[in-house]
């Protein structure tokens, strides 16, 4: 009878410490994070994201009915908050030092998953991730590149109409085509070479 007892509680003690709430939230949108970084978007199923939170999948279901809709969530959870550009006393090295930061948040998880959905995901999958995306990554990070130029402005280093979109695309622009059709990793001697050959001479103020 002991050991029946004892059975029946080994049998029971995992529901006893089932996660619930937002612990159990947190552990399903890390498990979509891990899947869209390894597997892809097109790997991801809504069953695999339950076995790696380790829950049933009607727990899933019931808080996101779809794929789209828990992938938008797990990207606005984990994608990192770019909020502000360290002054280190030259454009050349505000820029060095910015361009890192956004390299690292490319090559994260976070930023791998990013590139999955990007990647894989038709055009209507696609739109649902839009406000995310220009939420969090295109309009922080642009604000970030604007406010070195101006700062340099500011500083004498950088000429006084520098802080145009088109220049302030540039940067962006050169990452994404690199990684995405180069499938360069961005070390950093192509980040100084990139701000050296490119940038500076770009927004170096005119002589005369």
Known sequence: MANSRWTVAAETSPVSLRRRGQVLERA???????????????????????????????AVYRRWPSKEDLVADALQAALPQLVEADDHGSIREDLFQLCRRVRDAMYSRSGFALRSVLHECDSAAAERFLAVIVRQ?????????????????????????????????????????RSKVC??????????????????????PHKG
């Open 28 to 58: 399903i949108l890390d498990a979509a994070l891990e899947q869209l970084s390894t597997v892809g978007w097109s790997g991801l199923t809504m069953e695999g994201v339950a076995a790696g939170a380790q829950t049933g999948k009607a």
């Open 137 to 177: 990554v295109i309009e922080p990070s642009t604000q970030l590149f604007r406010d070195v130029v101006r700062r340099g402005m500011v500083r004498g280093d950088v000429r006084p109409d520098a802080a145009h979109d088109l220049v302030i695309d540039v940067i962006p622009g050169l990452m994404m085509y």
């Open 183 to 204: 499938g360069s990793e961005w070390p950093d001697g192509d980040i100084a070479e990139m701000i050296d050959q490119v940038m500076v001479p770009l927004l170096r």
